[in-house]
């Protein structure tokens, strides 16, 4: 069936990147994004989540797909579009990731409280092999640093066998990266995949260079 609106995808595509340009404060990574088809396993402790690695993908010009809770497609189907499905479709999910897709699987299966990983359930591992695919570990931090606006960070790990394990590792690892960092940079050693908002004490807006002139300060 054709698809009678199709000039709707772009359309969300650009609402998407636009919200996240305007949202947060920019997005980083650090480790080997898969090539071709790969089950990449965040953790899950932000609204923005979804957001973040559906913008990683599009840097790394990677087909993508994530499984979501059937609620958010229920209130907002043209998620669909940017490859939203419903987590009961896990065989649908493993077929796109024979064909070369990434497929994000949130394992804790919900928003978490910032913290220790929550149960992780079976399904990323499941797609993972059923696909024949590597399943990869990603620990994902959208939080508010020195700037004004929050920042995303992901530490993409290597391929594995022990999610549970390799997830906890990484993540351990980011947070202390992020304790032990200067707050107004970014971590080092992360590549800037996307440019996000100044923060206002980046930038200097046209009634404090008035009032400068005005009264003379330096």
Known sequence: MSDRAPWATPVLKHSIRRSLRTGLGGIWTRGSLPVGGALLAPNHNSWWDGYVMREVAWFAGADFCILTVARQLERFPFLRRMGALEPGRVRDAARMARGGAWITVFPEGAVQPPGALNTLHPGAAWIARTAGVPLVPVALRVTLRGGQWPEAYLRVG?????????????????????????????LAGYLRVMAGRASGSDTVDWPARLLTRVTGDR
């Not at 290597?158 to 107004?184: C, K, N, Q, R, Y």
């Open 158 to 186: 290597a391929a594995t066998t022990d999610l549970a394990g390799a997830l906890l590792h990484e993540v351990s690892v980011l947070d202390s990266e992020i304790a032990s960092s200067d707050p107004e940079q970014p």
